[in-house]
Nanobody, 121 residues
Framework: QVQLVESGGGSVQAGGSLRLSCTAS?????MGWFRQAPGKEREAVAA????????YYADSVEGRFTISRDNAKNTAFLQMNSLKPEDTAVYYC?????????????????WGQGTQVTVSS
């Protein structure tokens, strides 16, 4: 069982930036970020394969968000720039990949508790 703890959420105005962190209790690859807005399904944001040096992004965040990780600290980051009101959601990190695709929520076994991101216009 891998434990995940997210941090870094908050409230910002449109156009602002936030950096989310997710620390895992042990090394696990890949790691993903997902988000869920009220009344909507959980959707993929980004994923990173450290072993492969590969990243994936949802179309809605491509070019604005950057996923990275510090393997020495078992921590993944999500740098979010040019934030929009539609980015408002609870953001979750995930690991314990079982396939078939890194941008599918059903592909992960372990989840953090989530951190709220609110973007005002």
């Amino acid at each position: 069982q891998v434990q995940l703890v997210e941090s870094g959420g908050g409230s910002v105005q449109a156009g602002g930036s936030l950096r989310l962190s997710c620390t895992a209790s042990e090394y696990s690859d890949p790691m993903g970020w997902f988000r869920q807005a009220p009344g909507k399904e959980r959707e993929a944001v980004a994923a990173i394969y450290s072993d492969l040096g590969t990243t994936y992004y949802a179309d809605s965040v491509e070019g604005r968000f950057t996923i990275s990780r510090d393997n020495a600290k078992n921590t993944a980051f999500l740098q979010m720039n040019s934030l929009k009101p539609e980015d408002t959601a609870v953001y979750y990190c995930s690991t314990g990949y079982t396939g078939p695709h890194a941008l599918r929520a059903s592909s992960y076994k372990y989840w953090g508790q989530g951190t709220q991101v609110t973007v005002s216009s």
